[in-house]
């Protein structure tokens, strides 16, 4: 079984501050990891995702992720935060299955506020 | 179509009466998940579909819920004698299941329909 921990309902940093979201796992097998952001009244969009490969994975709008398996983490980093980056987001895990992904579990999110 | 399409956006139903919502998948993506969320909540998993499998209706809260996947595309999601706790948005999302080289692993969203039970 797996299941996603999103540290912090709401974070709030000032504009130009590091932003950093939690995320840790568990899964029975290596999982595939995601972050999705959500702006207010719209659908969730990819931001990021690991599968293999490298560790470090970048995503659209500046955000950054790092797999770490010793930590079961994947937390959300961006060096700088901008005011269009208040948004809600989602970590999220897949099971790798026969070569696949199989079910995708959510966390409950984190809400991001910036601070002018 | 290019993208998830959820219809309709936007539902407003008297309590006791029956809703159906529709989403179409992208094409050629054998997995399909229907997701709650309600207001100042994370996402609630509700089903999941994969293929010609039997779906996964773990997360269905109840048995008023229902869904079913024609041809392995459409899907509809039925909820029977609405009540004013099943108001929220309910989100759609399609993915393929197998890995691919070009890695298209993720799951892509629909709009969703914004379900308003009065």
């Known amino acids: 079984a797996q299941s996603v921990t999103q540290l912090g309902s709401h974070v709030s940093v000032s504009e130009g501050a590091l932003v950093l979201l939690r995320c840790n796992y568990s899964?029975?097998?290596?999982?595939?990891l995601f972050w999705y952001v959500q702006y207010p009244n719209q659908g969730l969009q990819l931001l990021l995702k690991y599968t293999t490969g490298a560790t470090l994975v970048k995503g659209i709008n500046g955000f950054e992720a790092e797999f770490k398996k010793s930590e079961t983490s994947f937390h959300l980093t961006k060096p700088s935060a901008h005011m269009s980056d208040a948004a809600e987001y989602f970590c999220a895990v897949s099971e790798r299955s026969g070569g696949g992904a199989d079910g995708l579990t959510f966390g409950k999110g984190t809400h991001l506020i910036i601070q002018p | 179509g290019a993208g998830v399409s959820q219809s309709p956006s936007n539902k407003v139903t008297e309590k006791g009466k029956d809703v159906e919502l529709r989403c179409d998948p992208i094409?050629?993506?054998?997995?399909l998940y229907w997701y709650r969320q309600s207001l100042g909540q994370g996402l609630e998993f509700l089903i999941y579909?994969?293929?010609?499998?039997?779906?996964?209706k773990s997360g269905l809260p109840s048995d008023r819920f229902s869904a079913e996947r024609t041809g392995g595309s459409v899907s509809t999601l039925t909820i029977q004698r609405t009540q004013q706790e099943d108001s929220a948005v309910y989100l759609c999302?399609?993915?393929?299941?197998?890995?691919?080289?070009?890695?298209?692993?993720?799951?892509?969203f629909g709009q969703g329909t914004r379900l308003t039970v009065v």
């Open positions: 999302a399609s993915s393929f299941r197998y890995w691919l080289p070009w890695g298209n692993t993720e799951a892509f």
């Open positions: 094409s050629g993506h054998t997995a």
């Open positions: 899964s029975s097998v290596p999982p595939y």
């Open positions: 579909f994969q293929g010609n499998s039997a779906p996964d």
